[in-house]
């Protein structure tokens, strides 16, 4: 690891203004920025611990949605009885991820803004696009069981991690994002980038800002949702491939459909493609298969990684079974 300097803030207004320099990293819980630096992928000259800004609050919006502060710990949010009951399908993306010290720690903004697990990226003797732009993939032509499927590129192949945020996708969440030009708010979709050709740049922030919160809207009453994740082992891994499931029923016909699917995509992967297929239509096996094709219509697997093409496809049609049969 490398010698830094390290700084604490009390409020936003210092933190945005101590973040717009060269060379600073932002730090909550640390539980992806500290183990990047140790392994000299992340090399920040200053630290700004932001654990003290008042953004550890969930509480209620004026239209009935739930915004949730940049600072709320993934344990606080996945327990919450709000959450449990209106949004089950992030308290169970939540708990599906890490472990139970880690999720003490994590936090939502950083949650959202978690680096890729590729084994490249996190190896300073392989190139990659990601730290070093230009230097190639080293992942393209190496091993890449674990790596995306959808939205890669010539430059980039890697996984996006969060399960929070593919949970969080389906549920059309908004990002509050303060700066020294002041806020923002940009819908989740819109947060994150495809690599392209600059697999450097993961998503909207600038130097500087910070996210400060994030809005759910209210969902009618009613409505269903359902995290499932497939992996290696049951605990402490991340997806190889996932499915966050947002519905509402009339019958037996599947209204307002949100997809979304993780471990398969260079970012939390909303389906538009599946939900038009299903949107309107009657719950059966034809319409979830139909819509688990259309989802993975694009996709461009790779020798090692083939196998989450159907892996993907069968995750998301037990997901859309299970929301669709709940009582």
Not at 153 to 180: K, Y
Not at 274 to 286: F, I, K, S
Not at 307 to 314: D, G, I, P, T, Y
Request: hydrophobic share 40%; charged share 20%.
């Amino acid at each position: 690891m490398q010698a830094f300097q390290y700084n604490r803030v009390n409020d936003i207004e210092g933190a945005v203004g101590a973040g717009s320099a060269t060379g600073v990293k932002f730090v909550a819980g640390g539980t992806t920025l500290i183990d990047l630096m140790k392994l000299n992928v992340e090399q920040p000259t200053t630290v700004i611990d932001i654990n003290s800004l008042p953004l550890d609050k969930l509480e209620r919006t004026a239209d009935g949605g739930l915004k949730i502060g940049a600072m709320v710990r993934n344990s606080d949010l996945a327990h919450d009885a709000t959450v449990q009951q209106e949004y089950p399908v992030l308290s169970q993306a939540l708990l599906s991820g890490a472990s139970p010290q880690l999720r003490n720690m994590a936090t939502t903004g950083g949650n959202l803004l978690q680096r890729t697990r590729c084994y490249y990226f996190r190896d300073i003797a392989y190139p990659c696009n990601k730290r070093h732009p230009g230097t190639g993939c080293a992942a393209i032509e190496g091993y890449h069981r674990i790596h995306a499927v959808l939205g890669t590129s010539e430059h980039c192949i890697a996984t996006h991690p969060s399960d929070m945020a593919v949970a969080m996708m389906a549920l059309e969440a908004t990002v509050q994002i303060q700066g020294a030009q002041g806020q923002r708010t940009v819908p989740l979709q819109e947060f994150y980038f495809v690599p392209g050709s600059t697999p450097e740049r993961e998503n909207v922030l600038m130097p500087g800002e910070l996210i400060i919160s994030v809005t759910l809207p209210r969902l009618a009453r009613g409505t269903r949702s359902y995290y499932l994740k497939r992996r290696d082992r049951a605990s402490y891994e991340f997806a190889l491939a996932s499915a966050a499931v947002v519905a509402q029923m009339q019958g037996q016909r599947m209204q307002h459909m949100r997809v979304a699917l993780g471990g398969i995509g260079t970012k939390p992967w909303r389906s538009l493609e599946a939900e038009q297929v299903l949107e309107g239509r009657d719950a059966n096996e034809q319409h979830f298969r139909a819509a688990a094709e259309a989802a993975l219509r694009d996709a461009k697997p790779l020798h090692d990684n083939a196998f989450k093409v159907e892996l993907a496809k069968r995750t998301l049609m037990r997901t859309l079974q299970v929301v669709t049969q709940a009582a």
